[in-house]
């Protein structure tokens, strides 16, 4: 079993940057696919960046250019590093590890940017 644990969710101004961090437990952490996904009020849960274990990417087209997934397996890490944020991007911000058929979500990370 995996356990995921986000931080560095926060208050930001429109332009800003945050870094989002998700921990990881397990000795296996490296063989998991990693996402990060966010869900704003009111709205569906969506994909916002994956990386598998083998390191390819794929972002949403609302982020592209603007947003960096990561991860360090060493370290039981992945990370989102978030530039040039928009009101829009608001929301909470779930960590996923998935190995079908298993799926584990961490317990979400609060981002708002607004003035």
């Known amino acids: 079993q995996v356990q995921l644990v986000e931080s560095g969710g926060g208050l930001v101004q429109p332009g800003g940057s945050l870094r989002l961090s998700c921990a990881g437990s397990?000795?296996?952490?490296?063989?998991?696919?990693m996402g990060w996904y966010r869900q704003a009020p009111g709205k569906q849960r969506e994909l916002v960046a994956t990386?598998?274990?083998?390191?390819?990417?794929n972002y949403a087209d609302s982020v592209k250019g603007r947003f960096t997934i990561s991860r360090d397996n060493a370290k039981n890490m992945v990370y989102l590093q978030m530039n040039s944020l928009k009101p829009e991007d608001t929301a909470v911000y779930y960590c996923?590890?998935?190995?079908?058929?298993?799926?584990?979500w961490g317990q979400g990370t609060q981002v708002t940017v607004s003035s």
């Open positions: 990386i598998t274990r083998g390191g390819n990417i």
């Open positions: 397990g000795r296996i952490f490296s063989t998991y696919a």
């Open positions: 996923n590890a998935r190995y079908i058929p298993f799926d584990y």
